[in-house]
C-alpha cells in the first residue's frame, strides 16, 4: 500500500446550506484549490477511574468538536467572493452580521478510488488573504467550525444524517489570483495615494462559538456536539498587517499622530475591497540602523465594501 503522495489532495467543494447543518444534496460548487488542510477534531473524552483501579475504567465522549484549517488558493475564473466573502464576510458585498453555513467535501485520489471527509454546518470562523510579494498568489487562510465531520469512500454518507453529496463542477480555468495592482491608502482624509508596500494581510476574525447539544442523528444515535444547536459570530475584527521599506517618516509620524486612516483599498480580481474608519493598532517605530531599513504596521478597521 503506498503513501499518499503530491497531487492525491483534491480542491475544496462546497454546496450551500438553506438550514444550517442540514447538507443539501444538490450539485457542489468549487471553493479553492487546496495547499493544505488540517481536521480539527476531538471526540471530547474523559477517562474515568473505577472499580479500586489507577488505570481507567471507562470512556466517556462529548461535546464531539469538529472543524478543519485550510491554505487556499482562488482561481481567476472563479470569483473569489462567492465562496470567502460569502462565507468570511457574510456577503459578497462587504460585511454581514451573519454567517451563513456550508457544508464541505474534502477528497484524496489515489487512482480511480476517491476517500472522503464530509464536513456539515460549517462556518468560517476567521479568514486570513495575504500576499508576500507583487505578482504572487494571494493565499486564503480559513478556519472553519463545523457541527460534524464523517469518512467514506462515495459521495453517500450516513450516521448523523443520511445524504448523498451532488455532482462536482466541471473544473474551472486554472490560473490563480496574483496581486497586480497597487494598494491605496487615505490617511486624515487626505485623499488616496498609493500605499508602497512589499507584503501584506487582511484577517476578519468571526470568533465564532459552537453551542453545545446532544442531537439525535438519522441513524436514531444521540451525538453530544459542541456546535448541536448552532454556531454563533461574536465580536469581530478587522485587521490590515503590512511590511514597507522605510524611506520616510510619513507613517511613523501618522502613528504618533494617531491619525485616523479614513481608508485602505486593494484589489483581488476584477473586485476591489475599500476597508474605512481604519485606526492604528500597532504603534511600533521602525528600528533605526545604517542600514536598509523597513518597518511593519497593524491598522484596525470598522467596516468594508467590494464592488
Same mark, same amino acid.
Given at each position: 500500500? &503506498? %503513501?499518499?503522495?503530491?497531487?492525491?489532495?483534491?480542491?475544496?467543494?462546497?454546496?450551500?446550506?438553506?438550514?444550517?447543518?442540514? !447538507?443539501?444534496?444538490?450539485?457542489?460548487?468549487?471553493? &479553492?484549490?487546496? @495547499?493544505?488542510?488540517?481536521?480539527?477534531?476531538?471526540?471530547?473524552?474523559?477517562? @474515568?477511574?473505577?472499580?479500586?483501579? /489507577?488505570?481507567?475504567?471507562?470512556?466517556?465522549?462529548?461535546?464531539?468538536?469538529?472543524?478543519?484549517?485550510?491554505?487556499?488558493?482562488? /482561481?481567476?475564473?472563479?470569483?473569489?467572493?462567492?465562496?470567502? #466573502?460569502?462565507?468570511?464576510?457574510?456577503?459578497?458585498?462587504?460585511? $454581514?452580521?451573519?454567517?451563513?453555513?456550508?457544508?464541505?467535501?474534502?477528497?484524496? =485520489?489515489?487512482?480511480?478510488?476517491?476517500?472522503?471527509?464530509?464536513?456539515?454546518?460549517?462556518?468560517?470562523?476567521?479568514? =486570513?488573504?495575504?500576499?508576500? #510579494?507583487?505578482?504572487?498568489?494571494?493565499?486564503?487562510?480559513? $478556519?472553519?467550525?463545523?457541527?460534524?465531520?464523517?469518512?467514506?469512500?462515495?459521495?453517500?454518507?450516513?450516521?448523523? %444524517?443520511?445524504?448523498?453529496?451532488?455532482?462536482?463542477?466541471?473544473?474551472? $480555468?486554472?490560473?490563480?489570483? !496574483?496581486?497586480? !495592482?497597487?494598494?491605496?491608502?487615505?490617511?486624515?482624509?487626505?485623499?488616496?495615494?498609493?500605499?508602497?508596500?512589499?507584503?501584506?494581510?487582511?484577517?476578519?476574525?468571526?470568533?465564532?462559538?459552537?453551542?453545545?447539544?446532544?442531537?439525535?442523528?438519522?441513524?436514531?444515535?444521540?451525538?453530544?456536539?459542541?456546535? +448541536?444547536?448552532?454556531?454563533?459570530?461574536?465580536? /469581530?475584527?478587522?485587521?490590515?498587517?503590512?511590511?514597507?521599506?522605510?524611506?520616510?517618516?510619513?507613517?511613523?509620524?501618522?502613528?504618533?499622530?494617531? %491619525?485616523?486612516?479614513?481608508?485602505?483599498?486593494?484589489?483581488? &480580481? #476584477?473586485?476591489?475591497?475599500?476597508?474605512?474608519?481604519?485606526?492604528? *493598532?500597532?504603534?511600533?517605530?521602525? *528600528?533605526?540602523? %545604517?542600514?536598509?531599513? *523597513? *518597518?511593519? +504596521? /497593524?491598522?484596525?478597521?470598522? $467596516?468594508?465594501?467590494?464592488?
Amino acid at each position: 500500500m &503506498g %503513501q499518499y503522495t503530491a497531487g492525491e489532495l483534491d480542491a475544496l467543494y462546497y454546496v450551500a446550506e438553506s438550514a444550517w447543518g442540514v !447538507t443539501p444534496t444538490g450539485a457542489q460548487s468549487f471553493g &479553492g484549490d487546496l @495547499i493544505s488542510l488540517k481536521p480539527d477534531v476531538d471526540l471530547g473524552k474523559k477517562f @474515568i477511574l473505577q472499580g479500586a483501579n /489507577r488505570s481507567f475504567g471507562s470512556a466517556t465522549k462529548g461535546p464531539y468538536k469538529a472543524g478543519f484549517t485550510a491554505s487556499m488558493y482562488s /482561481r481567476s475564473a472563479v470569483d473569489w467572493r462567492t465562496f470567502f #466573502a460569502a462565507y468570511a464576510f457574510g456577503s459578497t458585498a462587504g460585511v $454581514a452580521d451573519h454567517l451563513g453555513s456550508f457544508s464541505a467535501l474534502v477528497a484524496k =485520489k489515489v487512482a480511480s478510488a476517491y476517500k472522503y471527509n464530509l464536513y456539515n454546518g460549517c462556518k468560517i470562523s476567521s479568514l =486570513k488573504i495575504s500576499v508576500d #510579494a507583487p505578482g504572487n498568489p494571494f493565499i486564503f487562510d480559513a $478556519a472553519v467550525k463545523a457541527k460534524w465531520v464523517t469518512p467514506g469512500t462515495s459521495k453517500t454518507f450516513t450516521g448523523l %444524517q443520511s445524504v448523498t453529496m451532488g455532482a462536482y463542477p466541471a473544473e474551472p $480555468a486554472k490560473p490563480v489570483n !496574483t496581486w497586480l !495592482t497597487a494598494v491605496y491608502i487615505n490617511i486624515a482624509a487626505g485623499g488616496l495615494v498609493v500605499f508602497p508596500i512589499k507584503k501584506w494581510s487582511f484577517t476578519v476574525d468571526n470568533k465564532c462559538v459552537g453551542q453545545p447539544d446532544v442531537v439525535t442523528g438519522a441513524d436514531s444515535v444521540q451525538y453530544p456536539l459542541e456546535a +448541536g444547536q448552532g454556531i454563533s459570530e461574536s465580536e /469581530r475584527d478587522m485587521i490590515f498587517d503590512y511590511t514597507i521599506d522605510s524611506t520616510n517618516e510619513t507613517y511613523t509620524n501618522s502613528k504618533l499622530a494617531d %491619525q485616523a486612516i479614513t481608508a485602505l483599498t486593494f484589489k483581488i &480580481g #476584477a473586485y476591489t475591497v475599500t476597508l474605512s474608519g481604519g485606526s492604528w *493598532e500597532a504603534n511600533d517605530l521602525p *528600528e533605526l540602523k %545604517q542600514a536598509l531599513m *523597513e *518597518e511593519s +504596521g /497593524r491598522i484596525r478597521f470598522n $467596516a468594508m465594501s467590494i464592488a
